[in-house]
Nanobody, 118 residues
Framework: VQLVESGGDLVQPGGSLRLSCAAS????????MSWHRQAPGKERELVAS????????NYVASVKGRFTISRDNAKNTVYLQMNSLKPEDTAVYYC????????????WGQGTQVTVSS
């Protein structure tokens, strides 16, 4: 299993970024995927999740209306479109493959840095 995030950058407040997480080594279309973030000195938090078909999504309250999670099962990739970015969105962003029933582990990518600053 491999998850590789990309798209992190330095962006001004109010700007946009799109993060990508390329998956390999498993049947991507069978798994719920999620994005998480961890700011310095804070615990890692769930940002958004998406079901295996992409039919249902969930967001933490602080990003609702600004972030959109999506997936392309043909490309084995999950995305996080981030608009109207705020300094408090600064964090390392990680994607995660959620374990299915009977499996032991979730899998994480290595993370990509998003910095929102003027």
């Amino acid at each position: 299993v491999q998850l590789v995030e990309s798209g992190g950058d330095l962006v001004q407040p109010g700007g946009s970024l799109r993060l990508s997480c390329a998956a390999s080594g498993f049947t991507f279309s069978s798994y719920v995927m999620s994005w998480h973030r961890q700011a310095p000195g804070k615990e890692r938090e769930l940002v958004a999740s998406i079901t295996s078909t992409g039919g249902s999504t969930n967001y933490v309250a602080s990003v609702k209306g600004r972030f959109t999670i999506s997936r392309d099962n043909a490309k084995n990739t999950v995305y996080l479109q981030m608009n109207s970015l705020k300094p408090e969105d600064t964090a390392v962003y990680y994607c995660k493959r959620l374990k299915r029933k009977g499996e032991e582990y979730d899998y994480w990518g290595q993370g990509t840095q998003v910095t929102v600053s003027s």
